[in-house]
């Protein structure tokens, strides 16, 4: 027997609270404090070299969320569903975020010579005075430089790094502007509009995905010039996915409290996205397992060493914590239903995935660099990977919630907001 109820309706400030100016306010804090700590790490230290790496963390973990979200919102234009109308606005600020990840990029670009051993030979010398490394090594490396040069140069690393920020760039505006003209628009023309999107967004999924490989070829992998993996982009691409939905869910949740997601984040819905992250968790733990799979029992000299370096010299208690946290925590608590549909504990499992995100790139990138390889030991200068990511993404959320702030949280002319305005036990 249905129950008797009203089918509720959007206040008429559609705009995001006043609660966002006192998250930004406290994210710009955050940053302020983190880069004063990262100051006197670096100071302690004695180099900037961990503060670069440590920035190259907070790059690609930034670049995974304004990017990752303009993927995600590409998606979500060409699948529809209901989960689109609570993610459509949070997105959309995620990809309007890009200018601030290009800024992130430039000191990458800038010292390139002190992460990369393709852009300076200087950091091969001195593995090698050092100890770091062998001879036979170093040969290695400069057979892998020599082969690779026409791709791995500072020239190409700044233009094509520069190329896919604008095609980023580009697919951020025309959505974004799009997506204003749409809701200013008659509902009677949303059939045009839904396909106006889907257009685009169908071929923009296929321009990201080469795109988003490109620059973690140049940003990360590269730092090991004698490895490659031809899986590797598609393990971002999975993990970007991880991280965005986790961020988003994040933001839902904490803007139901107010209006007018208080309206339209129903608990199907939240129960809806936990699922479709829980999927993402088990693709990610896939692939990277495949990836392990393949390289360890194919134990060739050019690929196994990579995973050497992640594995030896006390890192095996990073990849064993990593595993533990980026993988099996989240998919077990997933698993139940009931966390699903609990608002304060699907939070604090989507703050676990951003947390475990990070510490996944930390594993990643790490280990390239010969002082560190099968070499894990404190220093001052690790510790930059916790201040510099910290305040990267505390600088980054500010900024976000500033573009979240530039439109109405919910897009009316959507086909799901009547739906989605149903009570859930309204039965067809």
């Known amino acids: 027997m249905a129950h008797e109820s009203h089918t509720k309706t959007l206040p008429a400030d559609l705009s995001a609270p006043p609660v966002v100016n006192t998250w930004r306010t406290r994210a710009l804090i955050v940053g302020v404090v983190f880069s004063v700590i990262a100051a006197g790490l670096a100071f302690a230290d004695g180099s900037i070299d961990h503060v670069l790496r440590a920035w190259l963390l907070g790059l690609v973990l930034t670049f995974g969320f304004a990017v990752g ?48 051993m393709w852009a300076n030979h200087g950091i091969v010398d001195q593995a090698l005075k050092l100890g ?105 691409l999975v993990g970007q996915g991880y991280q965005v939905l986790a961020f988003a869910i994040l933001i839902s949740i904490a803007l139901s409290q107010y209006e007018p997601f208080k309206t339209v984040l129903r608990q199907t819905e939240q129960h809806d996205l936990g699922k479709f992250t829980f999927a993402f968790v088990m693709l990610n733990i896939y692939l990277g397992f495949a990836q392990f799979l393949i390289i360890w029992s194919g134990n060739l000299p050019e690929e ?100 979240l702030q530039t439109r109405g949280l919910v897009a009316i002319n959507d086909p799901h907001v009547v739906e989605i305005l149903e009570p859930e036990h309204a039965h067809a």
């Open 304 to 403: 196994i060493p990579w995973y050497l370096d992640r594995i030896r010299g006390h890192w095996g208690i990073i990849i064993t914590l990593d595993f533990i946290f980026h993988w099996l925590i989240p998919f077990s608590l997933l698993l139940s239903r009931d966390i699903k549909r609990n608002k304060k504990r699907l939070t604090r499992i989507c703050q676990w995935m951003i947390f475990a995100k990070a510490f996944d790139l930390f594993w990643l990138i790490e280990p390239n660099f010969k002082d560190a390889a099968r070499n894990l030991h404190f220093s001052w200068g690790i510790l930059e990977y916790i201040a510099v990511p910290v305040a990267l993404t505390a600088f980054w959320f500010a900024f976000f919630t500033t573009r």
């Open 69 to 116: 979200g303009l993927a995600l919102l590409m998606v979500q234009y060409v699948t529809g569903g209901k989960w689109g109308l609570l993610l459509r606005r949070p997105l959309e600020a995620m990809s309007r975020t890009l200018p601030l990840v290009f800024v992130y990029w430039i000191p990458i670009a800038v010292f390139q010579g002190k992460l990369y």
């Open 132 to 236: 770091q490394i062998t001879q036979d090594q170093v040969e290695a490396i400069d057979h892998a430089i020599k082969w690779k040069a026409p791709m791995l140069n500072p020239t190409s690393f700044v233009v094509v790094s520069v190329i896919c920020f604008a095609i980023w760039g580009f697919y951020t505006w025309r959505l974004n502007s799009l997506a204003l003209k749409r809701d200013a628009d008659s509902p009677d023309n949303t059939p045009f509009w839904i396909k106006k999107f889907e257009n685009l967004s169908g071929f923009g999924i296929l321009v990201y995905s080469l795109t988003m490989t490109a620059v973690v070829i140049y940003w990360v992998m590269s730092l090991d010039v004698t490895w490659y993996s031809s899986v590797y982009g598609l393990l971002f």
